[in-house]
């Protein structure tokens, strides 16, 4: 467990604005040690907390024929961190473990989510594909940002490589540093308004 | 069949939390909604749903309680769902997005400009 998450027991976080009434979220996803708890240490009011979520595999959906034999508890931690942005939002962040096994959870956790953020290192690129491939299937917008270690493939490299189509806005950051990584969140809220501003919705109709 | 379930793969403290019951059949509750009470914990009470009504004094995120209760999301859920059930709390749900046929829901523009607007401020 990265040292910089807090005990929940023996935390003692500032509660919420009374006015508060809208939650709101994005998902930073990839693999292990790619620097997700600390992305959302780095623009969190609080420092990073850790829960878990569980679930049998029967509440995934597998067929009724087969369930009471094959059921199987999962269990997954996952960190959170948040901002008040004003009076009435408070934006929560949530790192997640991109692994396969873990992806229906999440699915049902994050349904709702504004975006997300793919986060990837670079020497271990093939740990994002699973997450890509997910967030695609379940048309959730996401951006990629690349946690720099060191030097690395250039971003036209990356994007080949994880076969990000063009519209997939890829940027490099540092996890460590706040103004890096509410740059990652500006660019994925501008890219939701891009996609969400064509083609244009027509008001009132449904 | 549920409760054996519950019985061969989980912890005995979550089966005895929920009654024994299964996970949320329902996900209105979202990670992010926010809780709060409407009265004050009384003293037959589940430990659990006293120290939800505690906490939620301020508004506080079904998530954030999983954190505090030190249990699963799914299962603070479930208190929660108790809770709401008895005009014990009251839940501000997260905005709900919108969408034409066939798409799925997006946040409507203004939110996504406030928080652009708050992003930029930070």
Request: charged content about 35%; aromatic content about 2%.
């Given at each position: 467990m990265p040292s910089n998450v807090s005990d929940p027991a023996a935390d003692s976080r500032p509660p919420l604005l009374?006015?508060?009434?809208q939650g709101l979220k994005i998902v930073i996803v990839g693999g292990f040690g790619v620097g997700k708890t600390t992305m959302v240490g780095s623009v969190s009011e609080i420092r990073p907390v850790r829960t878990e979520e569980t679930m049998t595999?029967?509440?995934?959906?597998?067929?009724?024929?087969?369930?009471v034999q094959d059921k199987v508890t999962t269990t997954a931690a996952f960190d959170f961190g948040r901002i008040?942005?004003?009076?009435r939002q408070v934006l929560y962040l949530f790192g997640a473990p991109g692994q396969q096994r873990f992806w229906f959870l999440w699915d049902q956790l994050f349904v709702g989510s504004l975006g997300a953020v793919v986060l990837v290192d670079t020497r271990r690129l093939a740990d994002s594909w699973y997450s890509i491939d997910r967030l695609e299937y379940h048309g959730t917008p996401f951006v990629v940002a690349v946690n720099r270690?060191?030097?690395?493939?250039d971003l036209d490299q990356v994007r080949d490589a994880l076969d990000l189509s063009a519209g997939v806005p890829l940027v490099d950051c540092d996890a460590r540093q706040r103004q890096s990584c509410t740059s990652v969140l500006i660019t994925l809220i501008k890219h939701l308004q891009d996609l969400y501003a064509q083609p244009p919705v027509p008001e009132g109709m449904s | 069949m549920t409760q054996r379930d519950v019985d061969s793969e989980a912890p005995d403290r979550l089966f005895l939390i929920t009654g024994?019951?299964?996970?949320?059949?329902?996900?209105?509750?979202?990670?992010?909604a926010l809780v709060v009470s409407e009265c004050e914990p009384s003293a037959n009470m589940q430990s659990e749903h006293a120290q939800i009504l505690r906490i939620c004094r301020h508004p506080t995120a079904a998530v954030e309680l999983s954190a505090d209760l030190n249990l699963p999301v799914s299962v603070t859920r479930l208190l929660l769902r108790d809770l709401l059930d008895r005009g014990a709390i009251t839940v501000r749900h997260p905005p709900v997005g919108t969408a034409n046929a066939g798409q799925a829901p997006h946040p409507a523009p203004e939110t996504l400009k406030q928080v652009l607007d708050a992003l930029q401020r930070l």
């Open positions: 009374d006015t508060a009434s595999e029967a509440s995934a959906g597998i067929d009724d024929a087969s369930r008040t942005l004003d009076e270690f060191d030097d690395g493939p | 024994g019951r299964h996970q949320a059949q329902d996900n209105e509750i979202d990670p992010v």
